[in-house]
């Protein structure tokens, strides 16, 4: 009976230590099957079960690994796939800007020019001062609006020069406000890093970013413009290619923006300003990114829905201590005389050239094309009255450009003064403009007086470090 009773016994544990093990095995499976991966047995013997147990336990986890890292690599691509739309999206702008850019700058430089040649010749009580004051204003947002649809565009590549940007950044955030209900409050410090900028297309993003903020408040209040320095240490989570940066802040007080609609603010078109009421193409923000991108630098935004938003601007800071001296915008009356040669194929624009190098004192002989250019050049090198300065188109289509009449200037004059002209910087020469051979470059549409402050500063030899 003793036997009878122990044998029954050792018969149940056996059993048990079969199903208990076989239930967990099963309840474990339906956990996995259910969804919660990772899910592990506790057991711990050393029969066979338990070592089928570890070794489910270690595929489970394995498992819940593998998946995480292909939601991880998943999620990855998406946002990958989300940037390259992105991007094609800005480069068929691109090929658009590029398109119309050529022709729309010559016509701009037409009629920039000519209007300032007739203010120049116009007293300033004059009522037709006013209006040409007004065409003039016009015209400059037209070539303004230009050069920003032209960053889209392979010619955006940024002209950069050594800048601390304080200046760029309070004289576009007020120019945005002006005539406005808002205030703009500045926490600028004084201790601000140089940067590798073009100083044009950074004062393009403060005005974006405040001109969007302003639109954000019609009823008004104040626009905060910060800009500090910040090194990586303190900003761990962001994509830091080095260790120093500048952070402009723009934070205003309106709508704030609507959570669904952050992912898409930058993407071109991208509005929610009916075009009629607010104009809006949904450009700014995408323009902004670009510019940007190709300062290797990033912007980033927050925002809360009926709180405010922020939008920072991250650009590398340069490890050059002393800035360029920024330009200024003086009028620049000729007090140099010379003799210009002056290249471009559009008639309409060698006109208009002609008319402002007269008014600025030069004399003036004028060529389609680069032959033209060197053959006048050649000639008059020869004589008692060679050229102090030759203006040359960068692309002549059909014909010699002012890139490959350079070469053959130099040929005849190794120390000639030449200045190439752009409607846009639609190739890295107009940034190694130097390394070509050329004294300086202007970008057309331009106004006679910057025309006149690059002209004599080359013929004066200010400029000139051709060898
Ligand atoms: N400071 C802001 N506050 C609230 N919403 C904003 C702000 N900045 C941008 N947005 C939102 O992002 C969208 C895209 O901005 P973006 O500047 O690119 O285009 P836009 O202002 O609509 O048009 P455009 O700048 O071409 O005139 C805006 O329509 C708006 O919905
Ligand atoms: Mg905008």
Not at 263 to 276: A, E, L, N, S, V
Not at 280 to 302: D, E, K, V, W
Not at 363 to 389: M, N, T
Request: net charge negative; hydrophobic share 40%.
């Amino acid at each position: 009976m003793l036997t009878l009773l122990f044998g029954t016994a050792v018969a149940i544990n056996m059993i048990r230590s079969f199903t208990h093990p076989m239930n967990e095995l099963l309840n474990a499976t339906r956990m996995i099957a259910s969804g919660n991966l990772g899910y592990t047995i506790s057991l711990n013997d050393k029969t066979e079960f338990g070592e089928l147990a570890d070794n489910f336990n270690t595929m489970s986890v394995s498992l819940k690994e593998g998946y995480t890292k292909l939601q991880e690599e998943t999620n990855e691509r998406k946002k990958m796939e989300q940037e390259l739309i992105k991007s094609q999206k800005l480069e068929s702008l691109g090929v658009l800007a590029g398109g119309i850019a050529h022709d729309f700058n010559n016509l701009l430089t037409a009629i920039l020019g000519n209007i300032d040649i007739a203010l120049n010749d116009l007293p300033a009580e004059s009522e037709i001062f006013d209006y040409l004051k007004s065409a003039e204003t016009a015209s400059v947002r037209a070539r303004d609006l230009t050069r920003q649809l032209l960053t889209f565009s392979r010619g955006g590549a940024p002209i950069k020069k050594t800048v601390i940007i304080t200046d760029t950044i309070k004289s576009s955030a007020s120019f945005a406000l002006s005539g406005s209900n808002i205030t703009c409050e500045f926490i600028i410090s004084d201790l601000l890093w140089p940067v590798e900028a073009d100083d044009g297309q950074i004062s393009q993003v403060v005005h974006n970013l405040v001109l969007n903020a302003r639109e954000a408040m019609p009823a008004g209040g104040v626009i905060k413009v910060r800009a500090e320095n910040v090194t990586s240490a303190q900003m761990a989570d962001l994509p830091f290619a080095q260790d120093r940066y500048i952070r402009v802040t723009v934070e205003d007080m309106g709508t704030g923006i609507a959570e669904q609609n952050l992912p898409m603010i930058f993407d071109p078109y991208f509005t929610t300003k009916k075009i009629g009421t607010q104009k809006g193409m949904g450009l700014g923000l995408a323009i902004c990114y670009s510019i940007i991108r190709n300062h290797n630098g990033f912007i980033t935004a927050n925002s809360a829905v009926g709180e405010g938003t922020s939008f920072h601007v991250f650009l590398p800071a340069s490890d050059k201590e002393s800035p360029v001296e920024k330009e200024t915008d003086e009028e620049c009356p000729a007090e140099v005389e010379g003799r210009v040669l002056f290249m471009d194929d559009e008639e309409i624009v060698r006109n208009t050239a002609q008319g402002i190098l007269k008014r600025l004192g030069y004399e003036v002989e004028l060529a389609k094309d680069g032959a033209g250019a060197v053959e006048k050049y050649r000639a008059a090198q020869g004589s008692s009255r060679p050229f102090d300065v030759v203006i040359m188109d960068l692309t002549v289509p059909g014909n010699m450009g002012g890139r490959e009449a350079i070469g053959k200037l130099r040929e005849v004059d190794p120390g000639v003064k030449a200045i190439l002209s752009s409607g846009y910087s639609n190739d890295p020469i107009m940034t190694n403009f130097r390394e070509h051979g050329f004294c300086e470059m202007v970008v057309k549409p331009y106004k006679i007086s910057e025309l006149g402050k690059t002209l004599r500063k080359v013929i004066t030899g200010q400029s000139c470090k051709t060898s």
